[in-house]
């Protein structure tokens, strides 16, 4: 007969039941990460509208989001040899819940930046640089982390999501560079970063000769007197609320 001490195998029902719990802690999880991802797609919406009403333009051409699929999350943390659990999620994945922000001119990426980090529940976490100091094969794009408070029914849960902002130019290249970079046997890679480096260099100078382009046409479009100005404000007013 067995001692009393013994260790008694785990029945099939313990062992369901554990599974059950891990599941629903992490349902719960990834519910914390699109809630806040909707949270901060909503300010930056309702902060594009604030711009068209006090600047006339709207500096957010889209807004893109998405949220990491579980094979996705698996596959980071194992190779980054980190333990697959729920702490180890929240506390080492940041790009769990991703939202893309294409703007169509440069200065509005660092506009948009600012008018984040102003937002009073939001933290920055950390910031990098690719626009000012590009990737090698010439990726370029300003990358935010951010926490934001997310209030459910259990607790509030401070979540961090990675902000992307970027141009219509750097988007387009991005995409077409992702989607290079997985195509199997690529001959001559070589040249072929060579000339990815070079499109990238020529998207940059785009970038900048368009914003250059549309300071000169704001300068010479103001009316010429206050009355006029004060009338088109109220007209693009009128059209926006009806």
């Known amino acids: 007969m067995p001692e009393n001490n013994a260790i008694q195998p785990r029945t099939m029902l313990e062992n369901n039941l554990e599974m ?24 930056l919406q309702i902060l594009d509208e604030d711009y068209a009403i006090m ?26 040899k980190l333990p697959i659990s729920i702490e180890s999620i929240s506390e080492n994945l ?30 920055l976490k950390s910031i990098k640089d690719y626009i000012s100091f590009p990737k090698e094969n010439g990726y370029r794009s300003l990358h935010l982390i951010v926490s934001i408070p997310v209030n459910l029914l259990s607790d509030v849960y401070d ?14 290249w991005a995409s ?15 040249e072929i970063m060579e000339r990815l480096q070079y499109c990238a260099e020529s998207i ?7 914003m250059t382009i549309r300071n000169s046409i704001e300068l010479d479009d103001s009316p010429s007197d206050v009355k006029s100005q004060l009338i088109e404000k109220l007209k693009k007013l009128e059209k926006e609320f009806n």
């Open 204 to 210: 940059s100078e785009l970038d900048i000769a368009m």
């Open 94 to 123: 940041h790009d769990v819940a991703g939202i893309r922000i294409i703007c169509s001119y440069l200065d509005d990426v660092y506009e948009i930046s600012r008018a984040i980090q102003k937002q009073k529940d939001i933290k």
């Open 20 to 43: 059950f719990d891990q599941m629903l802690e992490f349902k719960k999880l990834l519910l914390r990460y699109s809630s806040a991802m909707k949270m901060i797609c909503t300010r």
């Open 159 to 172: 979540v961090d999501v990675e902000i992307q902002i970027r141009t219509i130019a750097m988007d387009f």
């Open 176 to 190: 077409l560079e992702h989607t290079l970079k997985y195509k199997k046997q690529i001959k001559n890679m070589d």
């Open 55 to 80: 600047y006339e333009r709207n500096p957010i051409h889209s807004i893109k989001s998405r949220l990491k699929t579980t094979a996705s999350i698996i596959e980071k943390l194992h190779r980054k």
